[in-house]
């Protein structure tokens, strides 16, 4: 997951994208507290299965906005990675990745989650079930992602060259090895774009086609609302997600250099 910025990015990028960052933090912060308030004291909320996708996105986006960002914004303001530290560096990284990689994967699963919830919601009537259709994915995007790049990033042997003028540090190792940059692209970045891309529009297919059948009933009216709540979840996402991994292709295949500036 290679989204560095190199250290020519001109004074005036930077402070435009940080005031821009913090526009934004602080109403997405307390917009996220009103939101945990309301499952915090709704058991009926907390305990629908189908929000348990969406507060565990929630959770770890509240935790970028109020860990990751903080640091993002402190390089932005002065243009120097602090404190200049490998340690940090590597710290850094690894905690960068692994939340934007996460929120990725939670989303692709919650793309998947909702066929099961709306066609085949015989799958979590049991513990079994729920245990295997719900919680396990839920946990391996928790698990996998975090130790993946804790050993790409702190254990791989290999030479880091870090620029504390750059944002990531400019850089880590193990992107230098095609390999395993790639597995890390295609698994950690294409195929959960792909998915959520894929999962969202073939459940607005399936919806229309049922449309006749299900409407005006309740079903028909829990079924639209999450289906509403996915479309307008994932739309944001490939806003962004999609344009990286096109511009990843081509700087994989085409040109090594394009958009780097």
């Given amino acids: 997951m290679n ?5 020519s990015e001109p004074p005036i990028v930077r402070h435009i994208k940080f005031y821009l960052f913090i526009s934004i933090e602080l109403p997405s912060v307390s917009i996220s507290i ?6 915090y004291h709704s058991y009926e909320i907390r305990s629908r299965i189908n929000n348990h996708s969406i507060l565990a996105l929630l959770v770890v986006s509240f935790i970028a906005l109020t860990t990751e960002l903080p640091i993002t914004l402190q390089y932005l303001s002065s243009g120097h990675v602090k404190p200049e530290d490998e340690r940090f560096c590597l710290f850094w990284i690894w905690y960068n990745y692994s939340l934007k990689a996460i929120d990725l994967f939670l989303m692709a699963w919650t793309s998947i989650e909702r066929h099961i919830l709306i066609f085949h919601s015989y799958l979590v009537l049991t513990s079994i079930g729920k245990l295997k259709w719900h ?3 839920l946990v391996i995007s928790f698990v996998y992602v975090p130790l993946f790049y804790f050993l790409c990033v702190t254990i791989y042997p290999c030479e880091n060259n ?3 003028s750059s944002h990531l540090c400019r850089s880590i190792c193990f992107h230098k090895i095609t390999w395993l940059s790639t597995f890390d692209w295609i698994t950690n970045i294409l195929l959960p774009s792909l998915i959520i891309e894929f999962g969202s529009i073939t459940l607005l297919i399936r919806i229309l086609i049922q449309f006749k059948k299900m409407k005006r009933t309740i079903k028909w009216r829990a079924t639209r609302k999450m289906t509403l709540q996915l ?19 081509i700087r994989l295949f085409l040109f090594r250099n394009f958009s780097i500036k």
Avoid at 3 to 7: A, I, K
Avoid at 34 to 39: A, L, N, P, S, T
């Fill in 162 to 164: 870090f620029d504390y």
């Fill in 34 to 39: 009103y939101i945990f308030y309301k499952f």
């Fill in 231 to 249: 479309i307008s979840i994932s739309s944001l996402y490939s806003i962004f997600w999609i344009s990286f991994t096109l511009i990843s292709i």
């Fill in 135 to 137: 919680y396990i994915p």
């Fill in 3 to 7: 989204e560095t910025t190199g250290s």
